[in-house]
């Protein structure tokens, strides 16, 4: 069932901000609004979820990890350019 959504007082320099966003993706106000309150949802609902599973032991640190892709990542770059 479908239900009229009304905001008030809503700040000037948002609704510019929101009518400028859908404009440039091609959609309505209201399919962008409704499309933003749906991600909204699902980040919380994703949120939640991540709280209630415990840490996870990858076996090393999270920024060993990091640095051995970005070595990679910048072989594969100098790769390139030779």
């Known amino acids: 069932m479908a239900m009229l959504l009304q905001a ?3 700040v000037e320099a948002l609704c510019r901000r929101i009518l400028s966003c ?11 609004v409704i499309d933003a309150a ?5 980040r919380d609902g994703f949120e939640a979820r991540m709280a209630r599973r415990g ?3 990858l076996g090393r640190s999270a920024a060993q990890t990091l ?3 970005r070595s990679e990542r910048e072989q594969e770059i100098e790769r390139r350019l030779a």
């Open 38 to 42: 749906a991600r909204e949802i699902r």
């Open 67 to 69: 640095e051995e892709v």
């Open 22 to 32: 859908a404009r440039r993706r091609g959609r309505t106000v209201r399919d962008f």
């Open 8 to 10: 008030g007082s809503v």
């Open 55 to 57: 840490p996870v032991d």
